[in-house]
């Protein structure tokens, strides 16, 4: 079979895989929140509503019906994709509230991986090039701490410092609520902001958007500097670049010109994978800086027993992962034709 039909068969497995792993997030989100304590009629009205008005609710959202009846019911709305109403927003839709909160989410998340591969890949190439020496001990313990330190202890540590005693940074907010906020064309404030020519709304939430951003980012450097790191060494001790080095090559333009394109590969498998642990970092994040996101909204939903946003909102981070990590695979057995399948 030759390679590009040996791709061919692989996308279309995992493109056929791809609904089966969403069903499996549907269902565990499904089966996790109904035995999860708490009731979302005492959550809406309150512990101390008649009971009475409890049960009206209840009917009215079918949550008196048989489980099964509730899952099968809920599969049939997602066939549709129907994700239903929130509880907790009246009046909008699952969808309605994945429009509203989602930009903030991938402001957050695109600059946060800016960041994340900026730090990280620079580390670790300073790392790899200084080998054996105090650099390289410097860059392997920047990998391990960035990736052990708790985000939300991060973040609270980062905003009791340069938020509060030193007033660098503003707290809980994405833009002044005293300014008028850039036009919704994308729903990305820095975007749409430039797109309109106005500089001053791009600096203004470029500077709201730092912190958070700059905290995700930075403990997410440490997964690609190990990688980086790791492989730009390996590659370092390549025959063909021991070739380049005989032909009088410098260290610099070996390093550029040959090592790093190679040792870059890998960063780019794992970035499907480090996809997920944005998304779940974004959460921890948008929830400790109390920046108005998708996961902030889906924290609240978890708190207040909303089931339709949280499996909706679950759903759509899944799906977003799934297709991220099959455009990933393709992206790099295009970029390495050493990949066969």
């Not at 499996?24 to 304590?37: D, G, Q, S």
């Not at 009215?60 to 929130?86: F, H």
């Not at 391990?144 to 660098?168: C, D, E, H, R, S």
Request: glycine share 8%; no cysteine.
């Amino acid at each position: 079979m030759s390679r590009a039909k040996a791709l061919r068969y692989y996308i279309f497995v995992r493109l056929l895989l791809a609904p089966l792993m969403l069903w499996t997030i549907t269902t565990l989100v499904f089966l996790l929140l109904r035995a999860t304590p708490g009731d979302p009629a005492d959550a809406i009205l309150g512990a101390r509503a008649p009971e009475a008005a409890k049960e009206a609710l209840r009917e009215q959202l079918g949550l008196n019906q048989p489980l099964l009846w509730q899952y099968l019911n809920y599969l049939g709305d997602l066939l549709q994709l129907d994700l239903g109403n929130s509880l907790t927003s009246r009046g909008l839709s699952v969808w309605g509230v994945i429009q509203d909160y989602f930009p903030a989410t991938v402001e957050l998340s695109l600059f946060s991986m800016a960041i994340a591969l900026l730090i990280g890949v620079g580390v670790g190439m300073i790392a790899a090039a200084r080998s054996g020496t105090i650099i390289d001990a410097m860059g392997r313990l920047f990998g391990v701490i960035t990736y052990a330190l708790p985000l939300f202890w991060v973040g609270m540590l980062l905003q009791l410092v340069f938020a509060v005693q030193l007033g660098w940074f503003p707290l809980g907010t994405r833009f002044p609520i005293s300014a008028p906020t850039p036009s919704d064309i994308t729903g990305l404030y820095t975007i749409d902001s430039l797109l309109q020519g106005n500089l001053e709304q791009f600096f203004t939430a470029l500077y709201y958007l730092t912190l958070p951003s700059l905290t995700l980012g930075l403990l997410l450097s440490g997964i690609f500097e190990r990688i980086v790191r790791v492989n730009l060494k390996q590659t370092l001790q390549a025959d063909y670049v021991e070739a380049a080095r005989a032909r009088g090559l410098s260290e610099r333009r070996i390093l550029f010109a040959h090592a790093f394109r190679n040792a870059l590969i890998p960063v780019i498998t794992v970035l499907g994978l480090t996809f997920a642990a944005l998304l779940s970092g974004a959460v921890l994040t948008e929830v400790t800086f109390s920046w108005p996101g998708l996961g902030n909204r889906l924290y609240e939903a978890i708190s207040l027993r909303d089931y339709p946003t949280v499996q909706g909102i679950m759903v759509f981070f899944g799906a977003i992962v799934v297709l991220a990590s099959i455009l990933i695979d393709i992206i790099n057995a295009y970029i390495d034709p050493r990949i066969r399948y």
